[in-house]
């Protein structure tokens, strides 16, 4: 049996160890990048913290599965008639494709968001964005404001290290004249909006006791390089960075033909994950509850591994059942909030425990040994190496 695995974020990378642990066969796993990029930790790797926290390279993850052969192409199409997977480079056949190829940034239209706004869901996003706070540094210009888009997780976890990131800044060279603040823009009613209301308000009275200030029920009009119209009135600032909206893969869009596809854009599934024969979608581009985040496409991928391997071995699947997961929000180094069925933690004990979800994660896709060393480098600064 082949199986073809396209996607390196967390529901590609299990999927193809744990079908390399049941000795499925031949496993091929196809990425644009040569490393799994971890999503969750690019507030903090944009932030001066170290980037061994954010990137793992494939070879370290495979190292010890010479049966997953990694392929760096990028997916075009599709033919399940003919069990072919399109790339850029050339056409690879399967018995059964795994798509986990996650979502990507979308910016709604609004003027300017595009080409002005600095993002922090990729490596280049990233050293952009150092690249522009070492500018201001430099020549001791830093923003009077800040301004996060988004108010979501990404943009609540954002906005708390930057501010701390900012402050550290100013204290470590001595930046004089620096009143900066960071602003938190969010269009729906509170921050948060997918957590509970209480997370909302705990973790608000938290970010203003940071001094960061929170504009909820508004919404961005435009962005030029120098200033942001926000619900109509202008405010100046060379730095808005956009923490706000995520659209599927675009792949799902252009072999639209092939799936069922749900007004936000992501794929339906059957109980076993399959959105047709052979061809099973995980993680970010499904619609089952709870998708969207590291934990939920670590199960995912880990049932669609067994039910392969029982189909290997003459046996019926298994239907995956969606559950709730702890939920965690980091706010600064000493202090987060974690949710799970109604009951949660905050303040020093919120970020132990955010932490160790982290180490949890890590060691879902590499040894203890290797995941330990990786999770304490975010302990790590490369602010002296970039400025």
């Not at 940071?210 to 119209?229: F, P, S, T, W, Y």
């Not at 880990?302 to 997961?325: D, G």
Request: hydrophobic residues 40%; charged residues 25%.
């Amino acid at each position: 049996m082949h199986v073809v695995v396209v996607g390196s974020g967390f529901g590609g990378v299990k999927a193809a160890l744990e079908l390399s642990k049941r000795q499925i066969g031949k496993i091929t796993l196809i990425t644009d990048k040569s490393y799994f990029l971890h999503h969750a930790t690019l507030y903090a790797t944009a932030t001066g913290k170290s980037t061994e926290e954010s990137v793992i390279p494939l070879n370290v993850i495979f190292a010890k599965h010479p049966n997953v052969k990694i392929i760096e192409d990028t997916v075009t199409g599709l033919d399940p008639h003919r069990k072919l997977i399109a790339s850029k480079k050339k056409d690879y056949h399967y018995d059964k494709l795994v798509l986990a190829l996650g979502s990507t940034t979308s910016f709604f239209g609004i003027p300017g968001m595009k080409e002005n706004a600095f993002g922090i869901s990729t490596l280049d996003d990233v050293r952009e964005f150092q690249d522009h706070i070492h500018e201001e540094v430099v020549h001791n210009k830093l923003d009077k404001e800040y301004f996060v888009i988004g108010g979501g997780q990404t943009g609540v976890e954002l906005a708390g290290a930057m501010n701390e990131y900012l402050k550290s800044l100013k204290d470590l060279y001595r930046l004089k004249n620096t009143g900066s603040r960071v602003t938190i823009v969010e269009a729906q009613k509170r921050i948060l909006p997918h957590m509970s209301r209480t997370a909302s308000d705990i973790v608000s009275r938290r970010l203003k006791k940071q001094g960061i200030r929170i504009l909820v029920k508004h919404k961005v009009n435009a962005l030029e390089d120098d200033k942001i119209m926000i619900e109509g009135r202008l405010h100046p600032t060379k730095t808005a960075v956009w923490a706000s909206g995520v659209i599927n893969n675009p792949f799902f869009k252009t072999n639209a033909g092939y799936f069922h596809i749900a007004d936000d854009g992501r794929v339906h599934v059957n109980p076993y994950l399959e959105a047709l024969d052979d061809v099973y979608v995980i993680g970010d581009n499904n619609t089952v509850p709870h998708s969207g985040k590291a934990w939920p496409a670590l199960k995912q991928a880990t049932h669609v591994a067994k039910n392969i391997a029982r189909l290997a071995t003459k046996r019926t699947q298994k239907p995956f059942h969606a559950h709730s997961v702890p939920v965690g929000v980091p706010i600064d180094t000493r202090w987060g909030y974690v949710e799970w069925l109604g009951i949660y933690v905050s303040g020093q004990s919120g970020a132990v425990v955010r932490r160790w979800m982290e180490l949890y994660g890590y060691c879902q896709i590499v040894p203890y040994r290797t995941a330990l060393p990786i999770w304490q480098s975010h302990k790590l600064s490369d602010v002296d190496d970039n400025l």
